[in-house]
């Protein structure tokens, strides 16, 4: 295993994340980070703080998303009632775009309500996609194989990203 990103790369990544997700959103003053269980949504979580930072005057939401990565269809829920993303800015965030399936899958709730803008956020952006979802605000994106994997390990003490 390589390792592509340490710790001081990752917060670095998430800063930069943050601030332009409040460019893209200047006009904003409430977001909603959509994190995807398990990593996705710690990723979100550190987004939220770093935002704060920049700008404690706008309201940041978090909302897990769990999603049946093997069977996603159907198998989809928010922590919320979706229909508070009617006319809001929606950022779903997870750890790796990898083929966009779990990502493209993720939003189609959204499709039923009208979000005033929908956008992805990924510390690690892979480059070749199945499906066509492709992230907004990216830490680092990466070429690689199709049988190459990248795991992120966001926990207290090990925070690094791998490429195996």
Known sequence: MNQ???KQ??????????????ENNYEENELFLLGIVETGLV?????????????P?????????????????????????????SNKVAILTDDVG???????????????I?????????LVERTHKLFPVSADFVGLSLATTIHEHISVQLNEGEEAAYLS
């Open 4 to 6: 592509i990103l340490n």
């Open 9 to 22: 790369d990752i917060a670095r990544k998430l800063t930069r994340i943050a601030y332009q997700i409040l």
């Open 43 to 55: 990723v979100a979580e550190r987004i939220k703080v770093e935002i704060l930072k920049i700008n």
């Open 57 to 85: 005057e706008i309201q940041v939401n978090i909302i897990a998303v769990k999603i049946n990565k093997t069977a996603p269809i159907g198998n989809v829920t928010y922590s919320i009632p979706i229909e508070i993303l």
């Open 98 to 112: 990898n083929s966009g399936r779990t990502l493209f899958y993720a939003l189609q709730p959204l499709m039923t």
């Open 114 to 122: 009208l979000p005033k803008k929908i956008q992805v956020a990924v």
